[in-house]
């Protein structure tokens, strides 16, 4: 069993920052990806971030140059960095993995709980 745990959510104002942190826990023989979404009240879940074992890193054209994500291999964490905020990034950030959790067992797809994320003007 998996587990993807998201914290550090919360208010803030335009302009600012806040710091999301996502550990991945549980059986783990491997971590492929780590990634963020978010999904706005009445709007569809939307691609933030992705790391893919911390060689090809995107981003949504949205937050590119606001946002930067890292990895933490030996935690199994992934951060999401958000800086100069604004209230369109006012969302449920969700974290997401690909992970093989034994040698034997494919990889695996794990969403978190999610988190809250408010910008407030």
């Known amino acids: 069993q998996v587990h993807l745990v998201e914290s550090g959510g919360g208010l803030v104002q335009a302009g600012g920052s806040l710091r999301l942190s996502c550990v991945a826990s549980?059986?783990?023989?491997?971590?492929?990806?780590m990634s963020w979404y978010r999904q706005a009240p009445g709007k569809e879940r939307e691609f933030v971030a992705s790391?893919?074992?911390?060689?090809?890193?995107r981003y949504a054209d949205s937050v590119e140059g606001r946002f930067t994500i890292s990895r933490d291999n030996a935690k199994n964490t992934v951060y999401l960095q958000m800086d100069n905020m604004q209230p369109d990034d006012t969302a449920v950030y969700y974290c997401?993995?690909?992970?093989?959790?034994?040698?034997?067992?494919?990889?695996?797809?794990?969403w978190g709980q999610g988190t809250q994320v408010t910008v407030s003007l």
């Open positions: 790391d893919v074992s911390g060689i090809v890193i």
């Open positions: 997401n993995a690909l992970i093989q959790p034994t040698p034997t067992l494919a990889v695996r797809q794990y």
């Open positions: 549980g059986t783990i023989f491997s971590v492929t990806s």
